[in-house]
């Protein structure tokens, strides 16, 4: 999930997916917010879905964890 590329607020509106454990996939890509229960859909119709092997994909991000590249914990 990213946050809103204007203010930076996840509640005003963020890129959303659905992702699931042992593998993981992106899919349903929409625009989200936490004032409306609707997710905007228009124009990532043709976005994904993009799979990923799950533990690979931890592994890397523990890695850019920054207590892990600064040698720490």
């Known amino acids: 999930m990213c946050?809103?590329?204007?203010?930076g607020d996840l509640a005003c509106?963020?890129?959303t997916v659905v992702?699931?454990?042992g593998y993981l996939a992106w899919r349903?890509?929409?625009i989200q917010?936490?004032?409306e229960e609707?997710?905007?859909r228009t124009g990532f119709e043709n976005?994904?879905?993009f799979t990923f092997d799950?533990?690979?994909y931890h592994r890397l991000l523990e890695g850019l964890r920054p207590e892990r590249r600064a040698g720490g914990g």
């Open 3 to 7: 946050v809103c590329p204007e203010c």
């Open 13 to 15: 509106g963020a890129v």
């Open 19 to 21: 992702a699931r454990r």
């Open 33 to 35: 917010n936490s004032y």
């Open 28 to 30: 349903d890509f929409g």
């Open 38 to 40: 609707e997710v905007h």
């Open 47 to 49: 976005v994904g879905p």
């Open 54 to 56: 799950g533990l690979l």
